[in-house]
C-alpha cells in the first residue's frame, strides 16, 4: 500500500490532488476550530484512533470495530486509522488512552466496551477538544462523549429461546433436565442486567421451568478455564450453551463438542468452527455500524452528549438462519418455531420489558 502511494504517476497523482482539494473544501467546516484547521490548501488527514480494549483477534465485537474502520479508511483517502490493543489489564487502559490523546494526533477515538464511557470522561477532562465516539456502551450528558448501545437484552432473548427450543426437545445430546448455561468471562452491568436475564426469559417463553447456570471465567483468554467448567456444567444438566467470554469461549465450544452439547452464539457467523455443535448464530452489524459513523463524523452529522439503542428493527442485530449451520442441524419443527418466533420478534408482536442499565 504505501510502496503504491509513493509511485503513484504524476498524471494520476494529479487527478488524486484535484479529488483530495474537493473533498477537503467540503469537509472544511467539521475542521474549523479543531487542531487539523483546513486554513491552506493542502489535502487534510482526519486521523482515528481505534482503541481496542483487550485483543482483537478472538473477540467479535472488536474484529468487526477495526475491520469496519479499515475498510472506511481502504475507500477514504483522507482518512487515516491506528488500531491500537490495550490489552487484558484493564487498570492500564486509562492511562494508556491519556498518552495516546495527550500526543494530539487523533481527532476521534472510536472504542467498543461498556466500561469505555466512564474512561473517556475522565480522559476528556484533561483534554477538551478530544472527541469520543463508542459503541456497545450507553452513556449520555457529556459533549466530547457519543455513543451506541446494541439492544443485547433482544439478542440474548431470541438465542434463549432458541436454547430453550433445543433443551427441551429430542435432538441427540439434549437431556430431559431442563437447564441451560451461560459461561461469562467476567460480570458487568450489561451483562448482569441484560445478557444474562435476556437469554433466560427468552428461554422460558419456551418453558417456565427452565433454569440457568451460570458461571464466571475470571478473564477473556483462558479457554481452558472455560473448558473445564462447561464440563462440570455438562455433568451438572447443561445440554445447551451461550457465552460472552471473547477468545476463551473456543474451549467451551470444544467441550460441548466433545462431551455432547450444543451452542448458541451471540454477535457472530461461527456455524464452521463447530458444525452441529454452534446450532444458532446471532448477528450484530457492528462493521456496518462503524462505517456509517465514519461517514456520519466526516458529515459532521453525529450529535455529542447523546446515546443511540438500535437492534432488530434497525438492522443492527439479526440472526443468521440461512447457514448450513442452522438449517442442517436442527429439527425442522425446531426450525419452523424458530423462524417464526424470529419472524414476530422482527416485526414487533413479541412483547418484553427491557430492564434499566
Ligand atoms: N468482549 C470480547 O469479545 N472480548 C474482550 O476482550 C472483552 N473485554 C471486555 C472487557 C470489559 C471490561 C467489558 C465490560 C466487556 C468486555 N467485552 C469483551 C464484552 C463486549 O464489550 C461486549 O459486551 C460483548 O462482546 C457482548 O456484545
Redesign the pocket.
Known sequence: MAQLKNYVPSRVLGTALAVALIAALAAAPLFAGGKKDAGNQQQKDFSVLVYI???VAG????ELLAAGAESFAASHGNVAVKVYEAG?N?AEWEEQLTSLVASGDFDLVLG????LPEICVNVGKKFPNQKFIIT?AEYSGNPQISTYL?N?YEQSFYLGYLAGLVTTSKMEHANSVKKIGFIA??E?P??SKH?VPGFLDGARRVDPEITIDFRVIGN?FDANKAADLAASMISAGVDVFAS?A?GAAQGMIRTAGEQGAYVVF??TNEYKLAPGVIVGCGL?EQKKLTEEILADVLAGKIQYGTSRTIGLKDGYLDFISDDPGYTGSLPKDIQDRFNAFMNDMRAGRVSYTVPAL
Open positions: 480494549t483487550g485483543m473477540s467479535p465485537t472488536y487484558f484493564q467498543s466496551n461498556p466500561s456497545d446494541y443485547q468471562a467476567q458487568y450489561l451483562l445478557i477473556w460472552i471473547g451471540h454477535n450484530m
